[in-house]
């Protein structure tokens, strides 16, 4: 059996655990519920995980906040200090400011630094289907207009026959019930 988690500023069971990223660093912390209160924990406008390893008294380490205060959103002024307190951006500008911070987190987190976004498989069929379609009826629409008889027969079979596939493929869907 897993041993439970201690507090790391006090040694009680710890109840609340954080994770935080910086600079491809992962820093965990993990809290009781007093210790979480009195850090703030409750209001997550007013932590960085930063802040929560510096005991009382005690000077934060540089290196685990992983910030110096140079740059500014020239868009919304919002600074590093804000972005290392909050943990939120100020504007859509601020992706750019603060790339420098960003890209090696994002890096160490997702399959790279842009979201491609995810598409249903059926969904990607069904559009390049479309996409194709549309694509040889303008083929077909130009070959008449140009007076391309012989085209315009090829692109209409390969219309009608696309259209046969994609039919019979929902009616083989609709008995299987997929």
């Not at 160490?108 to 990607?124: D, I, Q, S, Y």
């Amino acid at each position: 059996m897993a041993k439970p988690l201690k507090c790391d500023l006090c040694e009680q069971s710890a109840t609340v655990h954080l994770t935080q990223i910086i600079n491809n660093q992962i820093h965990k912390i993990d809290l009781c519920e007093t210790c979480a209160e009195q850090k703030g924990i409750t209001d997550p406008n007013g932590y960085s995980l930063a802040d929560l390893l510096v005991k009382p008294g005690e000077e934060m380490d540089e290196s685990l906040s992983g910030f110096d205060e140079g740059l500014v959103c020239d868009e919304c002024g919002y600074t590093q200090r804000d972005f290392k307190k909050t943990g939120r951006l100020g504007c859509e500008y601020c992706y750019d400011t603060f790339a420098p911070l960003l890209s090696p987190a994002l890096a160490g987190m997702h399959k790279g630094e842009k979201h491609k976004g995810k598409v249903p498989a059926r969904a990607l069929e069904r559009k390049t289907f479309e996409d194709r379609l549309n694509s040889l009826e303008s083929e077909l629409q130009n070959a008449i207009e140009e007076e391309h008889y012989e085209e315009a027969a090829r692109y209409r079979d390969e219309i009608l026959e696309l259209r046969k596939s994609v039919e019979s493929e929902q009616s083989v869907e609709s008995e299987t019930g997929e």
